[in-house]
């Protein structure tokens, strides 16, 4: 299964080229950027009881649905016509693959077609209004590429809209009608929002507008791959292209999501949606109205979750935090004197529970920032004080220099990097692991993994590796790497 954004967009054909006409025109190619959608009302009030215990869902739709706008976006669409090109969707949709694949038959049949072209593009999705002005918060998938956008309002009004600023990193765009007095939906920290509340969608899936949909709240604060300032909400609501960027609604008749994103085999709902908290959209919304521009701040770390193996392996009293495998070079938290194997527990106070709460609290602050950062290094508490970067979009980070190891007792048979093998991995040290068995087997480690670190204690030979291990007891954590990608593993040896 693939997480991408709920598809929106779909090229239309002009007549430059009747061939692809005729083929489009017998539905070869669909192409659906999907959007979600939820709405909420100026009045925020609990919602009662629709009889029998179960949650007024009808009250709910009632007073949000007019907050809730349909968005209709046209513009141009590039699509590379090589071989090995595609579509320039950072979706990578089953309709780009599609798309690419019709172009490049259609070249080789007859001929003419340039490397790439820009195609007419049309998509829907949602959005929903949080000033009486003509503010609207939607996604950024949902109108990037745009050259026209018009929103309609659920009283069948519509209004040609400015995008007023829009942010990939967190998929918030921010748009202004030239309307007042509208109905303004009412948002809610998502601090509170728990596990099985019931929660509501509103919004244009396939084009169908004010479609009403419910759920619970799957999860919080859940980390998805390649998305490292975003801590979602994941919800069963059903979402479907033309949802994206409509609000997810608490019993209470509040905005606590914008929707977002889908976890589907087949591009469709299969019960596991996404929403970003409408504490990080505001965070977006009220840089861009005021200074037309999103900036984010960065410690520059990698993290995972502490595990029960984990947590004993770094003698934590319980499994919470967020380990750090991965330090920048040069970034925010080397210079503070954050080292992998460090596991932080708190921030600015705050306390780190789960691995995900690490990136929220630093997405919700700015460049510049001084954050007190609590970590947990060699069984003692430790308050370092970290200096926030400024993300940039084309930040690369480096790999992280290294960490794991072992010996006999864990099961692993290992060797030294030859020159080239250290120039091709990246690695200052680190030994290459040549078969496995026992624990390490068990933990899942796999031959041909370099191993880095012990804990928290680096190792580049196996005389530091063989000390390392000999201090562990019934646990240890190894840090590996594996192709472009570190990870600590929990060895049982008790």
Not at 409 to 437: C, K, N, T
Request: glycine content about 12%; charged content about 20%; aromatic content about 4%.
């Amino acid at each position: 299964m693939q997480i991408r954004s709920i598809p929106t967009k779909r090229p239309a054909l002009t007549g430059v080229m009747s061939a692809l006409l005729v083929v489009l025109a017998a539905g070869y190619w669909q192409h659906s950027h999907a959007e979600d959608a939820s709405a909420q009302s100026t009045a925020s009030r609990p919602m009662a009881s629709g009889g029998h215990g179960l949650p007024d869902i009808a009250g709910i739709a009632a007073a949000l649905t007019p907050t809730v706008v349909n968005i209709s976006v046209s513009g141009t669409h590039k699509v590379s016509t090589g071989a090995e090109g595609a579509a320039d969707d950072p979706s990578g949709s089953p309709e780009s693959d599609e798309m690419r694949d019709f172009l490049h038959r259609f070249q080789q049949r007859f001929g003419g077609l340039p490397p790439e072209l820009h195609m007419p593009m049309r998509g829907e999705g949602s959005g929903v209004i949080v000033r009486a002005d003509g503010v609207i918060l939607t996604n950024a998938h949902v109108v990037n590429d745009a050259d026209e956008v018009v929103v309609k309002l659920n009283d069948r009004r519509e209004f040609r809209a400015k995008v007023l600023g829009s942010d990939k990193l967190t998929d918030i765009a921010v748009l202004k009608i030239d309307a007042d007095h509208l109905p303004v939906a009412a948002l809610a920290p998502t601090q509170s929002l728990r596990a099985g509340e019931w929660v509501v969608a509103i919004g244009s899936p396939f084009g169908f507008e004010s479609t009403v949909t419910a759920g619970v709240v799957s999860a919080t604060k859940r980390s998805l791959p390649g998305n490292g300032l975003v801590s979602f909400i994941q919800t069963d609501a059903a979402i479907n292209p033309g949802n994206s960027g409509g609000p997810l609604i608490n019993l209470r008749g509040e905005v606590v999501g914008i929707n977002s994103q889908i976890y589907s085999r087949s591009g469709g709902f299969q019960g596991l949606s996404f929403a970003i908290p409408i504490d990080i959209a505001q965070h977006v919304e009220q840089q861009i109205i005021s200074t037309g521009k999103v900036s984010h701040a960065r410690l520059g770390v990698g993290i995972q979750e502490v595990d029960q193996t984990l947590a004993d392996a770094f003698k934590l009293d319980k499994p919470a935090g967020a380990l750090i495998e991965s330090v920048d070079a040069g970034g925010a938290a080397e210079r503070a004197g954050i080292e992998i194997g460090d596991v932080v527990l708190a921030v600015n106070g705050k306390a780190i529970g789960m691995s995900g709460d690490l990136p929220a609290l630093v997405g919700l602050a700015q460049p510049g920032d001084a954050l007190a950062i609590d970590v947990w290094r060699h069984g003692t508490r430790t308050t370092l004080h970290a200096l926030l970067d400024s993300v940039k979009v084309h930040d690369n980070p480096t790999e992280p220099a290294a960490s794991p190891a072992a010996g006999g007792r864990f099961g692993l048979a290992m060797r030294p990097l030859q020159p080239d093998e250290r120039r091709a991995s990246g690695v200052v040290g680190g030994l290459l692991i040549e078969a496995v068995s026992g624990p390490a087997a068990h933990a899942g480690v796999q031959p041909g993994d370099l191993l880095l670190a012990i804990g928290s204690e680096r190792v580049a030979s196996i005389a530091q590796a063989t000390a390392a291990a000999s201090h562990s007891g019934k646990t240890a954590a190894i840090l590996v790497q594996r192709g472009g990608m570190t990870l600590y593993l929990a060895l049982r040896l008790g």
